[in-house]
């Protein structure tokens, strides 16, 4: 499969199997809450193509892209490895809008997510070499509501990222509150 050989040549072992993980859980969500497992798993499995990158070969991709870089991205370069990660996907032959819009929101979740690309987002937060306090919860929920799981997986990333006092992207703000707003409403119904 040239894919896992280009994806192999782009990241380090440990990444390698972390994808691995990735794609196991995304089959298994995807069977789980009806929908298309191929699709799944094409966007698992590319996903973290550029994470390994370092921050100036994002940035110069980026930009050879088209992206547009404001201070945002600027500030965590490095969260850039979704997008940059989707154009190498379509560079590679991938040609389903919907598994690269997942490999490029994977990162942040996005306001306008998909199940696609919350599955994407979930199934990073829980794929089997993850370790962290409420992991195993997250598991469980994902299994049996998505939604929720996406919010909480949202949750858990800004509260990480303000327990470290680190840089948080205003899209997964606004993700989340999106997700939050999704969510009420359907409670709402």
């Known amino acids: 499969m040239e894919a896992v050989t280009f994806i192999q040549q782009q990241v380090k072992g440990e990444r390698?199997?972390?994808?691995?993980?990735?794609?196991?859980?995304?089959?298994?969500?995807?069977?789980?809450?009806?929908?298309?497992?191929?699709?799944?798993?094409?966007?698992?499995?590319?996903?973290?193509?550029?994470?390994?990158?370092?921050?100036?070969?994002?940035?110069?991709?980026?930009?050879?892209?088209?992206?547009?870089?404001?201070?945002?991205?600027?500030?965590v370069p490095m969260l850039l490895h979704g997008p940059v990660g989707a154009q190498l996907a379509a560079e590679q032959g991938v040609r389903d809008k919907e598994v690269l819009q997942a490999i490029a929101r994977h990162t942040l979740g996005h306001p306008e997510a998909t199940a696609l690309d919350k599955l994407l987002f979930v199934a990073d937060m829980i794929e089997p070499g993850r370790d962290y306090p409420g992991v195993e919860e997250l598991r469980l929920l994902a299994a049996r509501d998505l939604e929720g799981a996406y919010l909480a997986g949202l949750d858990h990333t800004l509260r990480y990222l303000l327990e470290r006092q680190q840089y948080i992207h205003p899209l997964a703000v606004r993700a989340r509150n999106a997700q939050l707003l999704r969510l009420k409403a359907r409670e709402v119904k």
Not at 16 to 42: C, D, F, N, T, Y
Not at 45 to 65: N, S, T
Request: hydrophobic share 45%.
């Open 16 to 75: 390698w199997q972390h994808i691995e993980g990735v794609r196991q859980q995304a089959r298994r969500l995807a069977l789980i809450h009806g929908l298309e497992p191929e699709k799944a798993e094409q966007a698992a499995l590319w996903h973290d193509v550029a994470r390994d990158y370092p921050p100036e070969r994002l940035l110069e991709l980026a930009r050879q892209q088209g992206l547009e870089l404001d201070a945002d991205w600027l500030a």
